[in-house]
């Protein structure tokens, strides 16, 4: 996903606690620069600050990043020549959403509760096979018009 020209991430939004893969192709790119580092923190006061070497590639400059529980992921980038693209003094500054709890799933099953869903299961299918051989069969008994297969020997 293109979020501002010549910057790509590996996902449709940030979110909290997770890793991003960030390509970069902008100036310092272009410009042939042969080491490339990304340069970010979170939140307004930029906390966390970090700095790690972009590998280059063929489509750019890129590196993974563990997003942080903050409001914002702010970074701009340096080359080996102290060269800074911050965006024209504004740097690169996204938002990052919050894990919304309802979707977490929380692990706590026993060794107990398995197996009582696995034993309802089974009679639930039992049941159910009953219940449809009586409702097959019994009228046919009833009425007469059961017939069984002979089988010529």
């Known amino acids: 996903m293109e979020l501002v020209k010549n910057i790509f991430f590996n996902t449709d939004k940030l979110v909290e606690n997770s890793k991003v893969k960030i390509s970069y192709t902008g100036s310092l790119f272009q410009d042939g620069s042969e080491e490339v580092y990304l340069h970010y923190g979170f939140g307004l006061n930029w906390e966390n600050l970090n700095e790690v070497k972009m590998e280059k590639t063929e489509l750019g400059f890129q590196a993974e990043v563990e997003l942080a529980s903050f409001e914002t992921f702010n970074f701009c980038f340096r080359n080996e020549n102290d060269a800074w693209d911050n965006n024209d003094g504004q740097n690169y500054i996204f938002p990052i959403e919050k894990v919304e709890l309802?979707?977490?799933?929380?692990?706590?099953?026993?060794?107990v509760a398995p197996r009582r869903l696995r034993k309802s299961y089974i009679w639930s299918k039992k049941l159910r096979l009953a219940v449809y051989k009586i409702i097959t069969y019994?009228?046919?008994l009833i009425s007469g018009n059961y017939?069984?297969?002979?089988t010529n020997q």
């Open 102 to 111: 309802s979707l977490v799933v929380k692990d706590e099953t026993e060794v």
């Open 147 to 150: 017939k069984r297969k002979i």
């Open 138 to 140: 019994l009228p046919k």
